[in-house]
């Protein structure tokens, strides 16, 4: 079975920073939003701009291609990563299995055909077409909970009604439209490397489609199409974005229309058809047929929907909890949505968030746009137009409805659906630890990774509940590279075993255990730059066994036992980091395993932790606990040399 950890990405942590344009704007150095021409100085060496492209894409053709890796790279890092979750014997085991591959001449030949891959014309990514189909479009589980990620943004303290919250996020992501799909938007840069763009333009007006078998996905003209569409009550509705006169609406236009869609919807909810989107992508393929097969006017309200900015749902819930809100945000109640394209999830109270559909891009895109959104309404940058009177919206269409004809076929595909949903949510748990002991500052006072350091703490809560090492995914992004995506951070290592161990041996020292964590910190951050820079030995032996022809002999590294192992994602971890963001996370992609998404802010660190109920609050606790174990262990040991230095001082 296919793993899932893909799906998920990684930022780095950025400090927050008080409420001026450019830093709420941008949010980073690396992430700015000029839309003017670029400075010659802007453009890295080794890189050439394509002026014709336009600004954002600007670099792509000159970004370098994702390299294969040496083999004996990959299988000596294979080994070093599959030891601290194997016997002795085991391990042995293993080596012999790699030791046969990597002098086997079938080894050789793979490698050769990989390269000979990469080497092809017009080949800008050998992994990008591969990955696409096997970790998301032809995966066939349903999008939620399995593949689609959430935001819980933080709350406008001005707690503005659901219609005005609506209407104002919209009315600040409307720039950030405009700079994409003219593509004026500036870059993501890495210390002044640009990262591929392409994958923005499926933010906007596109839409995935259940297909056998494989998915397939399509943009839409913006201009064409040039509405969003809400969902409220189980029922859709179509709202153009500018006026007769091609004006686009201003904030209290856009709360008018979002008001009179809540009372056309009125109280009753209707047959929800959305809950297809949630199926088995093969059983929603058979159901689309079904639906459009009731009535040709159908096919008009699904292309409706397809083609809208993006959908806004309308829930006629109001969370309090951070708990509460990342329930609403991830699954809301299966019903009033659209699991095929991104969503906005606003609440009655005001409370709001968003839902990435992740098959055609990763999730720094649409965090630079909630990003983008909410930075500019907290730092009242955006233009919201005129304040409303008695007779804004008065002389503007009034919202569509998309009606769908249902038949009984329909019908049962939809009852169906909906009952599969229940059944899938309720056999899940989360839980949110936003623990405020301590934070990035604090980290760094230790020149510690605080990223690094969040993964040694969630090692540490593994061995406490479970007396091992977690088989743990982290991701990072390959983006560097033409059409790259992801890379696997493999985060336990023999360096974090050795210190989870030291921690939880009471006869060892401080010292000692503080000397274990800075280690498992470097390797961490080795491993981590290998992964970025597209070195990392998951890809590179999904690209080997992928070259294997019919009725070639499956190599042993991929029948011993090791490799299904330590490929078995117990741990699917992210981190993502925003001073805009109150939770993010996703659903486990093993059924014995945990989604554990993470956030790292000035002084909290928070996991949002998902599981099929597999004990998740006792994770909850264990982490917490590790976390102000591994803080009081930096403490004394920090005490301990400044003690032993002050007394060789005194001996002097």
């Known amino acids: 079975m296919f793993c899932r950890p893909s799906a998920i990405f990684t930022i780095p942590g950025r400090r927050s920073r008080s409420l001026s344009l450019r830093s709420?704007?941008?949010?980073?150095?690396?992430?700015?939003?000029?839309?003017?021409?670029?400075?010659?100085?802007?453009?890295?060496?080794?890189?050439?701009?394509?002026?014709?492209?336009?600004?954002?894409?600007?670099?792509?053709?000159?970004?370098?291609?994702?390299?294969?890796?040496?083999?004996?790279?990959?299988?000596?890092?294979?080994?070093?990563?599959?030891?601290?979750?194997?016997?002795?014997?085991?391990?042995?085991?293993?080596?012999?299995?790699?030791?046969?591959?990597?002098?086997?001449?079938?080894?050789?030949?793979?490698?050769?055909?990989?390269?000979?891959?990469?080497?092809?014309?017009?080949?800008?990514?050998?992994?990008?077409?591969?990955?696409?189909?096997?970790?998301?479009?032809?995966?066939?589980?349903?999008?939620?909970?399995?593949?689609?990620?959430?935001?819980?943004?933080?709350?406008d303290k001005r707690k503005p009604s659901q219609a005005r919250r609506a209407a104002e996020l919209l009315k600040a992501m409307l720039p950030f439209r405009t700079l994409v799909e003219s593509k004026q938007l500036e870059p993501e840069k890495i210390r002044s490397i640009p990262l591929s763009m392409e994958s923005y333009k499926w933010l906007f007006h596109s839409s995935r489609y259940p297909v056998k078998p494989s998915d397939t996905a399509k943009k839409f003209d913006s201009a064409t199409h040039n509405h969003v569409v809400f969902v409220r009550k189980n029922k859709f509705y179509q709202v153009q974005l500018v006026d007769k006169s091609g004006r686009e609406l201003t904030a209290?236009?856009?709360?008018?229309?979002?008001?009179?869609?809540?009372?056309?919807?009125?109280?009753?909810?209707?047959?929800?058809?959305?809950?297809?989107?949630?199926?088995?992508?093969?059983?929603?393929?058979?159901?689309?047929?079904?639906?459009?097969?009731?009535?040709?006017?159908?096919?008009?309200?699904?292309?409706?929907?397809?083609?809208?900015?993006?959908?806004?749902?309308?829930?006629d819930l109001a969370p309090v909890t951070r708990e509460d809100a990342s329930w609403g945000c991830w699954v809301g109640d299966g019903r009033n949505r659209f699991y095929d394209k991104h969503q906005l999830i606003v609440f009655e109270n005001g409370k709001s968030g968003f839902l990435g559909e992740h098959s055609c891009m990763d999730g720094t895109p649409t965090l630079r746009l909630n990003e983008f959104t909410l930075a500019s309404l907290a730092a009242g940058k955006v233009d919201l137009g005129p304040a409303r009177t008695e007779d804004t919206g008065r002389d503007l269409?009034?919202?569509?409805?998309?009606?769908?004809?249902?038949?009984?076929?329909?019908?049962?595909?939809?009852?169906?659906?909906?009952?599969?949903?229940?059944?899938l949510v309720g056999k899940h748990d989360m839980q949110i630890l936003h623990y405020e002991g301590y934070g990035k500052e604090y980290i760094k006072k230790f020149k510690a990774s605080p990223d690094a350091w969040a993964q040694l703490v969630k090692q540490l809560a593994f061995h406490k509940m479970f007396n091992r090492p977690g088989v743990c995914y982290e991701s990072a992004q390959t983006r560097k590279y033409q059409l790259g995506r992801t890379e696997v951070i493999r985060s336990a290592s023999n360096e974090s075993r050795a210190w989870a161990?030291?921690?939880?041996?009471?006869?060892?020292?401080?010292?000692?255990?503080?000397?274990?964590?800075?280690?498992?910190?470097?390797?961490?951050?080795?491993?981590?730059?290998?992964?970025?820079?597209?070195?990392?030995?998951?890809?590179?032996?999904?690209?080997?066994?992928?070259?294997?022809?019919?009725?070639?002999?499956?190599?042993?590294?991929?029948?011993?036992?090791?490799?299904?192992?330590?490929?078995?994602?117990?741990?699917?971890?992210?981190?993502?980091?925003?001073?805009?963001?109150?939770?993010?996370?996703?659903?486990?992609?093993?059924?014995?395993?945990?989604?554990?998404?993470?956030?790292?802010?000035?002084?909290?660190?928070?996991?949002?932790?998902?599981?099929?109920?597999?004990?998740?609050?006792?994770?909850?606790?264990?982490?917490?606990?590790?976390?102000?174990?591994?803080?009081?262990?930096?403490?004394?040991?920090?005490?301990?040399?400044?003690?032993?230095?002050?007394?060789?001082?005194?001996?002097?």
């Open 24 to 155: 709420l704007a941008a949010m980073s150095k690396s992430r700015t939003f000029k839309s003017s021409a670029p400075k010659r100085s802007d453009v890295p060496p080794g890189y050439v701009e394509d002026l014709n492209a336009g600004p954002m894409l600007r670099f792509e053709a000159s970004l370098p291609r994702l390299p294969v890796p040496p083999l004996s790279s990959t299988t000596a890092k294979y080994l070093e990563t599959v030891q601290p979750h194997l016997t002795p014997a085991q391990f042995s085991a293993t080596q012999a299995a790699v030791k046969a591959f990597l002098d086997s001449p079938q080894s050789k030949e793979l490698q050769q055909r990989l390269e000979a891959r990469a080497r092809e014309p017009g080949m800008r990514n050998w992994l990008a077409d591969w990955w696409n189909e096997a970790a998301y479009m032809g995966y066939r589980d349903p999008v939620v909970v399995y593949v689609s990620y959430f935001y819980v943004h933080m709350d």
């Open 252 to 315: 209290a236009e856009l709360e008018a229309q979002i008001e009179k869609v809540i009372t056309m919807a009125g109280s009753d909810k209707a047959i929800p058809v959305g809950a297809l989107t949630g199926e088995n992508r093969d059983t929603w393929a058979d159901a689309r047929s079904a639906l459009l097969a009731a009535s040709p006017s159908n096919a008009v309200s699904l292309e409706a929907i397809e083609s809208a900015m993006i959908i806004v749902c309308l829930d």
């Open 397 to 423: 269409d009034a919202p569509q409805e998309l009606p769908f004809v249902v038949d009984a076929k329909t019908q049962t595909y939809i009852t169906q659906a909906e009952a599969a949903f229940d059944d």
């Open 501 to 652: 161990e030291a921690m939880l041996n009471p006869d060892k020292t401080d010292e000692h255990r503080a000397a274990l964590f800075r280690r498992a910190v470097a390797r961490h951050l080795q491993y981590a730059a290998w992964a970025a820079d597209g070195q990392g030995l998951d890809r590179h032996l999904f690209g080997l066994k992928m070259m294997l022809r019919k009725n070639e002999p499956v190599p042993p590294i991929y029948t011993d036992e090791a490799y299904s192992k330590t490929n078995h994602w117990e741990l699917s971890t992210s981190n993502l980091s925003s001073p805009l963001l109150d939770g993010w996370g996703y659903g486990e992609v093993v059924p014995d395993g945990y989604g554990l998404s993470y956030s790292i802010g000035d002084d909290y660190l928070r996991w949002t932790i998902t599981s099929l109920k597999l004990r998740t609050a006792e994770l909850k606790h264990y982490l917490a606990e590790a976390a102000t174990e591994t803080r009081q262990m930096m403490e004394r040991a920090a005490a301990a040399e400044t003690k032993k230095a002050s007394e060789g001082k005194a001996k002097l």
